[in-house]
C-alpha cells in the first residue's frame, strides 16, 4: 500500500523539546533543517557574487546578512517539520522549556520577537517605516488568526503569502541583495510557524 496513505498522527511525547527543531525529531528531518540553514547562505554568497562581482558589503554586513539567512530559511525548514508541530502545537506539558511555555500560552510572542526587518535597515540602509510594516505583517496576522476558527488558520496564512511576495519585492524598499528576505520572513512565520497541522509519526 501507498506509504503515503498510512496516515499516523502522534501528539504525545515524553522527551524534552528542542526549541530549534521541536520534539523527537528523525535524522531525515534534522537533515532537512541542515540543507535549509547552511544552503540558503551559500547560495545568497553565490548569487550576490554573481550579480554585483565587486564586494559591495563590509565584512560584518556579511556576516548579519549570512546570520539572517540561516535563522530564517533554517527556520521555514524547522518550522515546517512534524517534530516541530507536535512541540509548539500541543498542550503545555511540564518538561517543556520555559520560552516554548510561553510561545504556547502566546502564540503572538514568538512572531513579535522577530525584529529582524529592523536588524535589516540598521545594517544595510532603509526605511523604518517599510520596516514596520514588514513586521507588522506576520504578526498582525498571527493575532488574527488566534481569533479565527481553525480551518482558517492555513488559507488566511496563505493568503497573506501571496500578498507578501509582490508587496516585498515591488511595494518594499529592500537593499541590493536582501530582496529574498521579505517573502521568506513571512513564510516562516506565517505559514511554516503559525499555522497548526498535524504531527505525522514516521
Known amino acids: 500500500m501507498d506509504g503515503n496513505?498510512?496516515?499516523?498522527?502522534d501528539w504525545r511525547y515524553t522527551n524534552k523539546p528542542d526549541l530549534m527543531i521541536g520534539v523527537d525529531?528523525?535524522?531525515?528531518?534534522?537533515?532537512?533543517?541542515l540543507v535549509a540553514g547552511?544552503?540558503?547562505?551559500v547560495l545568497l554568497w553565490?548569487?550576490?557574487?554573481?550579480?554585483?562581482?565587486?564586494?559591495?558589503?563590509?565584512?560584518w554586513q556579511w556576516a548579519v546578512a549570512i546570520f539572517i539567512?540561516?535563522?530564517?530559511?533554517?527556520?521555514?525548514?524547522?518550522?515546517?517539520l512534524n517534530a516541530q508541530k507536535r512541540a509548539t502545537h500541543s498542550a503545555v506539558q511540564p518538561i517543556d522549556p520555559?520560552?516554548?511555555?510561553?510561545?504556547?500560552?502566546w502564540p503572538w510572542l514568538f512572531t513579535a520577537l522577530h525584529v529582524h526587518p529592523f536588524v535589516v535597515?540598521?545594517?544595510?540602509?532603509?526605511?523604518?517605516?517599510?520596516?514596520?510594516?514588514?513586521?507588522?505583517?506576520?504578526?498582525?496576522?498571527?493575532?488574527?488568526?488566534?481569533?479565527?476558527?481553525?480551518?482558517?488558520?492555513?488559507?488566511?496564512?496563505?493568503?497573506?503569502?501571496?500578498?507578501?511576495?509582490?508587496?516585498?519585492?515591488?511595494?518594499?524598499?529592500?537593499?541590493?541583495?536582501?530582496g529574498w528576505f521579505g517573502p521568506l520572513f513571512v513564510l516562516k512565520l506565517v505559514c511554516c510557524h503559525a499555522v497548526r497541522e498535524e504531527p505525522y509519526a514516521p
Not at 129 to 158: C, D, G, S
Open 69 to 80: 539567512a540561516f535563522d530564517i530559511a533554517g527556520g521555514v525548514a524547522a518550522n515546517g
Open 46 to 59: 553565490l548569487l550576490i557574487w554573481r550579480h554585483f562581482p565587486y564586494p559591495t558589503w563590509a565584512w
Open 121 to 178: 535597515v540598521a545594517c544595510f540602509g532603509g526605511s523604518w517605516a517599510e520596516a514596520a510594516v514588514l513586521y507588522l505583517m506576520p504578526l498582525t496576522t498571527v493575532i488574527a488568526m488566534r481569533r479565527l476558527p481553525l480551518y482558517l488558520h492555513r488559507p488566511l496564512a496563505f493568503t497573506v503569502m501571496t500578498f507578501a511576495i509582490p508587496v516585498a519585492f515591488y511595494g518594499l524598499w529592500a537593499p541590493v541583495g536582501m
Open 5 to 9: 496513505r498510512e496516515a499516523r498522527i
Open 25 to 33: 525529531a528523525t535524522r531525515a528531518e534534522k537533515a532537512i533543517t
Open 98 to 105: 520555559g520560552p516554548l511555555k510561553a510561545f504556547k500560552r
Open 38 to 41: 547552511v544552503g540558503a547562505p
